[in-house]
């Protein structure tokens, strides 16, 4: 009997297994005829997914207009399409079940009087536009950021950011994996274009499926379509860089490897020939809750405003590890390990301008040297549960940063500076979503976070004794100051309890608290070195900061479905700061209470176009390092105090914007108006002693006012491969100043156009060229307009294919500053020469073959003038190898 048990148990297991795989399959059925029942052969039918338009089985009709599709997909809702030569295109939304699906036809007229074959560089379907990466990539195109800054609608700014349609992007995926959180530079800058068959843009991405009803999103998210030969495969790609002068190196190494469950990055980069590593790391989503906590610092050569391989003078390593494993359908695992080894030299002179109240003007030169060496250890973790209607995401952040630094400056005197700081900071991030119908459920999110920042700042010789020391000299100055920082952030929202005809309500709980620690001491040292604090309560700092804010909101939404979404959230809240300071043993209270209310409206015009309107108001409390009553030396000739005056501002902001687009014929455009207005209750002056400038709160009331004006287009062509874009952007600020105990206006205007080429004349030449032009203007009240500064940018270069495994490049930038004195002009000129044999890459590059040396630059801020001569980066020869080990 047991035998036979057995035998009837596992002839049940198979059936039930093939009774399961006959269930998933799906089949279509159906025919293609015109209004007169005749049939239609060889007409391509296409079953897609509707959220990415990713195509899941196609078929064409017979001689009879018959077509049959069996696929299995997981997905509740497809496309299905037909198109031909002789046909109007049609399209329906089905089910994903077995079905019969016909269609009637209306035939066309097609005249062809030639034959042109070309491939389809941008399609699209709702909200998902598709860049054939093949189309827009050349020869010379090493990474897939190289490619996605001549596609149109999106630009990649020089720090790395992505946007599209001039909005930041919100998520980056690889195979609808996010694998990198914000850190979407280690792929742009590391995966090969020739691995990667679609650019996917998934407009209007809300990243949690169970908000997508609930809560719509503007913003755009990217997608990288793999090519099946870069899935499954692990790839090992290798650098060695060696070249003078000095004595260069550049190398890498990096591996990748995606699957359908795993999927890892990992990399090492190092060089001292000008790439900074920092931006490949830079997380563009990641939102600091801690606030600024870098209160002391080195005086060092401000960076000019050219390419930063011309200047930046390092010697840097970077290690990253990046996995992802999906731990189920919808649930992902990722852990990512950053290591960075940056050291830096800058070396210039700084000439600056106070312009004083009357017609006084205070000048002051500096000659600076300096040298800083950073390194920043980083650990993430993230899980990630995505359902239809469960939502469950956790992330862990641990952070340790060492950064120690030196800089002299000629001036008066010989002065040396010498900075040491160390940060550890914690962060986790809970958020989940339930719902319990198709739109109701509730929402919560919860972050808590420590971060430690102790900080000191050596100065020799010593200063201003007259001040800290009793008129009695002394050989060095040291000002330590630490911050220690912990928040605790909670939210509940209750999903759409209430709808009224088409407006829902939804009604949204929080409570934070945030507390803060400021610890700050002077000390000098004698002519035997003995360290002597400067016991004065007006030169250290003991603070206490607690925070606590507690509000109640009301979210309204109304929707009319691909014409109008209006959002109006009505937030209540209230606010406590208690204030401890242990130095003059005051303790403070500052209860606010806030309405913040703001407006969105979204308007689709078309299909094309659609336009965003958002008005709000806001309320912003000071920090605790703009609250300290003890002096504090932020570096050695800027001195600030606050008083125990607490900063508050009160503002509000208007934003419109209008977007068009037309995928097939690669056109994109828009353009935004923005208005911020905001009043304050102090107001910072500036006290002018010798060199050194003292920063005090004042109790004044003053306002700043903000009007900017943006556009955009890009177009792509079949034409020799052709994509222009184009910027405009005008700009009116204005505000009020303190300083020596007089109030004082300050206006500014800024106009810049901007514009980019790329095209592929003929076969063998491929040319780029980008160009930037501003016009600043300044002005102080009572006072002549100070002369206008325009700066003029304009970059050349010329690809030519020597044959099919040789390459020629020269490059050219030149720019223009009509305030430098003396030379106005600065021009670069580089040449490469690639060659190609089999796996390996060979580039041999010389740049800034001139040798152009220094860097002079002008420019205006608030009640100041600027001159700066920055050390470039000197003529360098360098040549790589590039080839895949794997």
Do not use: C
Request: aromatic residues 12%.
């Amino acid at each position: 009997m047991p035998d036979k048990q057995n035998k009837i148990f596992v002839l049940l297991f198979i059936i039930s297994i093939f009774s399961n795989n006959t269930f998933s399959q799906t089949k279509i059925n159906g025919t293609i005829k015109d209004s007169n029942g005749e049939p239609f052969p060889s007409i391509s039918v296409l079953l897609m997914q509707p959220t990415d338009s990713s195509i899941v089985k196609f078929a064409f009709s017979d001689n009879n207009g018959n077509f049959y599709i069996s696929f299995e997909s997981k997905m509740e809702d497809l496309i299905i399409s037909i198109s031909g030569m002789i046909i109007q295109s049609q399209s329906k939304n089905i089910k994903n079940v077995s079905q019969t699906v016909n269609f009637i036809v209306t035939e066309k007229k097609v005249e062809l009087k030639e034959v042109v074959v070309k491939s389809t560089k941008i399609w699209g379907a709702k909200d998902t536009v598709n860049y054939l990466v093949s189309a827009f990539s050349s020869e010379k195109d090493i990474v897939i950021g190289d490619v996605l800054k001549k596609m149109p609608g999106i630009t990649v700014a020089e720090t790395g950011q992505i946007a599209y349609q001039g909005e930041p992007i919100n998520k980056f995926y690889i195979e609808n994996l996010d694998l990198l959180g914000g850190r979407y530079g280690i792929a742009t800058k590391n995966i090969s274009p020739k691995d990667i068959s679609t650019v996917q843009i998934l407009e209007n991405h809300q990243p949690v499926k169970a908000l997508e009803n609930v809560k719509p999103s503007s913003r755009a998210a990217i997608n990288l379509k793999l090519k099946d030969s870069a899935k499954g495969t692990l790839s090992i790609m290798g650098q060695l860089g060696l070249g003078a002068s000095p004595l260069l190196w550049n190398n890498e190494l990096t591996g990748m490897y995606f699957s359908r469950d795993i999927q890892n990055i990992s990399t090492y980069k190092g060089n001292n020939s000008g790439e900074n590593l920092a931006d490949e790391l830079r997380s563009f989503t990641y939102q600091n809750f801690f606030g600024s906590d870098n209160m002391l610092n080195i005086r060092m050569p401000n960076p000019p405003a050219i390419s930063e391989s011309r200047y930046l003078l390092n010697n840097s390593n970077a290690g990253t590890v990046n996995t992802l494993f999906k731990t189920g359908e919808d649930s992902e695992l990722t852990l990512n390990l950053i290591y960075l080894n940056d050291h830096e030299k800058r070396s210039g002179e700084s000439h600056t301008s106070y312009y004083l109240p009357g017609d006084s003007i205070f000048l002051f030169d500096e000659n600076m040297q300096s040298s800083n060496n950073t390194d920043r250890m980083e650990a993430e973790v993230r899980f990630r549960k995505n359902e239809k209607d469960n939502f469950l995401s956790n992330y862990l952040l641990i952070q340790g940063e060492w950064t120690g630094g030196t800089g002299d400056v000629a001036t008066l005197q010989k002065i040396h500076q010498r900075k040491n700081q160390s940060v550890f900071s914690i962060i986790n991030d809970f958020h989940t979503v339930i719902k319990k119908t198709e739109n109701k459920g509730f929402e919560i999110k919860s972050s808590l976070g420590f971060k430690s920042t102790p900080q000191n700042l050596n100065i020799f010789p010593g200063l201003y004794e007259d001040m800290f020391y009793q008129g009695e000299a002394y050989s060095a100055f040291r000002q330590e100051a630490r911050i220690n920082q912990f928040y605790f952030q909670n939210n509940v929202t209750l999903l759409a309890p209430w709808i009224i005809g088409k407006v829902i309500l939804s009604p949204d709980f929080s409570f934070n608290i945030e507390n803060k620690n400021l610890h700050s001491n002077m000390y000098v040292t004698d002519n035997k070195e003995n360290k002597l604090q400067l016991h004065a309560d007006s030169l250290r700092n003991d603070l206490g900061w607690f925070k606590f804010k507690e509000a109640v909101a009301l979210d309204i939404r109304y929707v009319i479905q691909n014409h109008l979404e209006l959002n109006v959230y009505l937030p209540f809240s209230y606010s406590g700061i208690r204030v401890n300071n242990k130095i003059t043993g005051s303790r403070d209270f500052f209860p606010k209470p806030y309405f913040e209310p703001s407006m969105n409206i979204k308007t689709y015009l078309g299909a094309r176009m659609e336009s965003i309107l958002n008005y709000s108001f806001y309320n912003q409390l000071g920090d605790i390092n703009s609250f300290y009553t003890g002096y504090m030396m932020q570096d050695y000739r800027s001195l600030m105090q606050f008083d125990n005056r607490l900063p508050e501002i009160r503002g509000n902001m208007g934003f419109m914007s209008l977007n068009y687009k037309d995928v097939m014929k690669m056109f994109f455009a828009g353009g935004n108006v923005s208005y911020i207005h905001q009043k304050r209750n102090i107001i910072h002056e500036q006290i002018f002693n010798d060199i050194l400038i003292s920063t005090t709160a004042v109790d004044l009331a003053n306002t700043s006012e903000n009007i900017s004006i943006n556009g955009r287009l890009s177009k792509g062509f079949y034409w020799k491969g052709l994509v222009a874009s184009f910027d405009a952007s005008l700009s009116n600020y204005s505000s009020e100043l303190l300083r020596q105990g007089e109030l004082t206006g300050y206006k500014n205007s800024n106009l810049n156009f901007s514009g980019s080429l790329n095209v592929k004349p003929v076969s063998q030449l491929i040319l780029a060229y980008k160009g930037n032009w501003n016009k600043n203007q300044s002005r102080i009240e009572s006072q002549e307009k100070f002369s206008p500064m325009n700066i003029f940018t304009n970059t050349v270069s010329a690809d030519i294919l020597l044959s099919k495994s040789l390459s020629f490049n020269v490059n050219y930038e030149h720019y223009y500053n009509n305030a430098a004195i003396g030379n106005k002009y600065l021009s670069f000129t580089d040449i490469s020469l690639d060659y190609t044999v089999k796996s390996a890459v060979f580039s041999l590059d010389w740049t800034n073959i001139f040798n152009a040396a220094n860097y002079i630059t002008s420019y205006f801020g608030e009640l100041n003038a600027y001159r700066h001569i920055y050390k470039i980066r000197p003529s360098m020869v360098l040549l790589k190898i590039k080839l895949k080990i794997k």
